[in-house]
């Protein structure tokens, strides 16, 4: 058995705790990945002691209980992605409410509920990328129609003791792309800036992102805490 197969195990194990940690949840609350965890362990050792045929054994079992803890975190990172664009859809026809877009454009505000309900009936019954696709669909009708103030173009690094900024949480705040996926657009727009280039989980706090622009929306400033910004 190749020592590979073993670091192949270890690396999407870690592959899903980032997925879960991304979206607050503890990777012990997953039997799956406390079972994959052990199996590894044991995969480890028996490699270390020449008993190959056991360590195959317990790392191909590794790897059905990864697979299954893979599927959880998938689903923990679609749920949370359909919540947060759910939430944010409710807001902006909460705004248009407010700016008389129900009065002055009807027909997109009509829609816009009836696809807010979709999207709120699909994330219930647990069908989060149909949630994400309507929730999306009111935003992209209500786009234009309610008043909307610049993202921020630059955003300094923050010192959060207990959820320390990457750029995988960056990616993730609404006021940047409101998905953590996207980490890398911001890392290769600023990996210059980084003490070493190719290792992206190396920033520091009081570092200053530029925070490119990818779907047209319009950025200026430095991110202000202080401020809501509307995505």
């Not at 073993?6 to 799956?32: E, H, K, R, W, Y």
């Not at 209980?65 to 923990?76: P, Q, R, S």
Request: aromatic content about 12%.
């Amino acid at each position: 058995m190749e020592r590979k197969t073993l670091i192949i195990i270890t690396v999407i194990m870690c592959t899903v705790l980032c997925a879960i940690a991304a979206v607050g949840q503890s990777l012990f609350d997953n039997p799956d990945y406390r079972k994959a965890k052990e199996l590894n362990r044991k995969a480890e050792n028996a490699y270390e002691e020449g008993d190959y045929d056991s360590a195959y054994k317990y790392a191909e079992q590794a790897r059905e209980h990864i697979k299954k803890a893979d599927t959880y975190a998938t689903m923990l990172v679609q749920r949370h992605r359909a919540n947060t664009l759910m939430q944010r859809a409710s807001d902006r026809l909460d705004l248009a409410r407010t700016e008389g877009v129900e009065n002055d454009h009807p027909g997109e505000f009509s829609q816009a509920a009836a696809d807010f309900a979709i999207a709120k009936k699909s994330y219930d019954a647990e069908q989060y990328e149909r949630s994400i696709d309507y929730s999306n669909r009111v935003l992209n009708v209500l786009k234009g129609l309610v008043s909307s103030e610049p993202l921020p173009k630059y955003y300094k690094v923050r010192l959060i003791p207990r959820r320390r900024d990457c750029f995988w949480r960056i990616a993730e705040y609404e006021f940047i792309y409101n998905d953590p996926w996207k980490w890398k657009v911001i890392y290769e727009a600023n990996k210059e800036k980084l003490k070493n280039p190719d290792n992206p989980h190396l920033i520091f706090p009081g570092q200053v992102f530029m925070i490119p622009s990818i779907n047209g929306e319009t950025r200026e400033g430095m991110y202000d805490p202080t401020r809501t910004y509307e995505n």
